[in-house]
């Protein structure tokens, strides 16, 4: 099922031309297409690759 | 000549730190009209720079490999009080106060910044033909791409401007310019070189590396770019090693994977065999070739690409009301970032967590894999498509489709030249290792181009 790349647009407020949408819903669609198999046969205990690390102030320099 | 020979030249004073920096600004003022490697030239700073290697190499105050040799730097670096535009027209005035990580090692190495180098706007994209600054061109054939992103310093480094060239690699864009300029591109493990101060586009693909004219060029690099930065929270503490292989390193007993799946479909011929050629040079120094199946590289590479989409949207938010400061293709990339839902993007992050464990599973059997970078060679400057063994195929996908899953996995992997398509349009291998093993991939690298690069009539 495709999905309709104009009305989420739209209602996510997004200020992107017609023709513009109108270009990018086909490699959209085939992304979203070849990630929803792989989604499905992924178990629930993965979680994802990057992590959040609780870190004191003296390491979260580039934070700052 | 490689930077390490130069090196050993001005050690023995056979040559000044002045010399050869006004060489590399002559050569640039000649070629630089043709290629548009260079996106600015600092020549007044080099200069001056070059002359204070000169005092202190004089003292004996010698700061390594790189003291007194000329270099660029991609300009998405950001450097102190010179302009880092990222090839874009959003920063065209911006000029930092201060220097990335990568460019504080070089300068405290002594390295001679003559310029930065040209690349894909805002290093979303592998052609470099920059809607704002012009296309790179590819010193083997003005009419064709560099690669990209890093295309400017794949160009640079292959037209003998400057011994090095420092660039970024998100998608396959220091390995992709490093097979379509015939030159030495080094992507080293995730988080092993600090990417502070990089203009980042993937925050989880984003790595940073040298592109040179030699194996052991690009490894004395790394020994002076690698380390621990507590600026860069996804930088390693690995201890760093001396990754510069010897001149002529045994292979004898190392395993090398050949893929028999993905890597080595739909590819062009010449690209085939010269790879091919490659193995069995390997094969020849005593390496042992195991045949082997890789897990769902084409998967992988979906999942990157939605990682990308929507971490690139997510650096370039708020810049996006400014819809004419893009150029298209860039932009068409962003606008698809800013629609994927969040719920693909962290499952994609757990995909990748899943598909690092597969992909791990090689490593037991072997030390690294062969395999081609690019299935072709340089395309021609504005296609979108291209021909590969009778399939049509977009330039961007196919020029990434062998080098993307390696950001996503955040190994180390080297292109070298192996040889030439019927065009004479060079070819590269890809080397890839294990997390950290870049000695490993550098040492086999270096048996098998022992030497410097070729380079072409210019």
């Known amino acids: ?64 | 000549m490689t930077f390490l020979e130069a090196a050993a030249a001005l050690r023995r004073r056979e040559t000044s730190s002045a010399e050869l920096t006004a060489a590399a600004l002559r050569r640039i003022e000649r070629l630089n009209p043709g290629t548009n490697a260079m996106q600015f030239v600092m020549a007044e700073a080099a200069r001056e720079r070059a002359k204070q290697a000169d005092e202190e190499l004089a003292r004996g105050e010698g700061r390594g490999p790189l003291h007194g040799i000329p270099i660029a730097v991609k300009d998405l670096f950001r450097t102190k009080g010179v302009r880092t535009t990222a090839g874009s027209k959003l920063f065209e005035d911006y000029v930092p106060d201060y220097d990335a990580a990568v460019v504080e090692s070089l300068h405290a190495g002594g390295a001679v910044l003559v310029a930065k180098t040209g690349m894909h706007e805002l290093a979303y994209g592998i052609t470099s033909s920059n809607p704002h600054f012009g296309a790179v061109r590819n010193p083997w054939d003005r009419d064709r791409i560099p690669g990209g992103s890093s295309g400017g310093s794949g160009a640079a480094v292959s037209a003998g401007m400057v011994f090095m060239a420092m660039g970024s690699d998100t998608g396959g864009s220091i390995r992709t310019p490093a097979s379509f300029c015939g030159v030495v591109g080094l992507k080293p493990t995730y988080g092993r070189v600090s990417c502070y101060g990089a203009l980042p586009l993937g925050f989880t693909l984003d790595h940073m590396g040298p592109l040179t004219r030699s194996v052991r060029d690009a490894a004395a690099v790394l020994n002076i770019i690698a380390g621990y930065d507590l600026r860069d929270p996804a930088s390693s503490r690995r201890p760093v090693e001396n990754y510069v292989p010897d001149p002529e390193p045994a292979i004898r007993g190392v395993k090398i994977g050949l893929p028999e799946n993905f890597y080595f479909e739909r590819l062009d011929p010449d690209v085939d065999a010269a790879v091919r050629g490659a193995v069995r040079a390997a094969q020849s120094c005593g390496a042992e070739i195991v045949p082997l199946q890789v897990p769902d590289i084409a998967a992988m590479n979906t999942v990157a690409r939605v990682v990308l989409l929507a971490e690139a949207a997510a650096v370039l938010e708020p810049h996006l009301e400014k819809r004419d400061q893009f150029g298209s293709d860039v932009l068409a990339l962003l606008d698809q970032g800013r629609l994927l839902p969040a719920t693909d993007y962290i499952n994609a992050q757990r995909l990748r967590r899943a598909m690092q464990r597969d992909f791990a599973g090689l490593w037991p059997r072997v030390d690294c894999l062969f395999t081609p970078t690019t299935p072709s060679t340089a395309p021609r400057i504005g296609e979108t498509s291209t021909s590969i063994a009778g399939e049509c195929e977009d330039v961007r996908l196919a020029a990434t489709r062998l080098v993307r899953a390696i950001n996503l996995l955040g190994l180390p992997a080297i292109s070298i030249p192996c040889g030439s398509d019927r065009r004479g349009l060079p070819i590269g291998l890809q080397i890839i290792g294990k997390p950290f093993a870049e000695g490993l991939i550098l040492r086999v690298a270096q048996a098998l181009l022992p030497g410097e690069v070729p380079a072409p009539r210019l």
Request: charged share 25%; net charge negative.
């Open chain 1, 1 to 64: 099922m495709t999905k309709d790349w104009k009305k989420i647009a739209r209602a996510s407020g997004l200020t992107i031309p017609d023709a513009s949408l109108e270009r990018i819903a086909a490699p959209l669609d085939s992304l979203e297409a070849a990630l929803r198999p792989l989604v499905r046969g992924l178990p629930p205990d993965i979680v994802p690759a990057p992590t959040f690390h609780a870190a004191v102030p003296e390491e979260m320099e580039n934070d700052a």
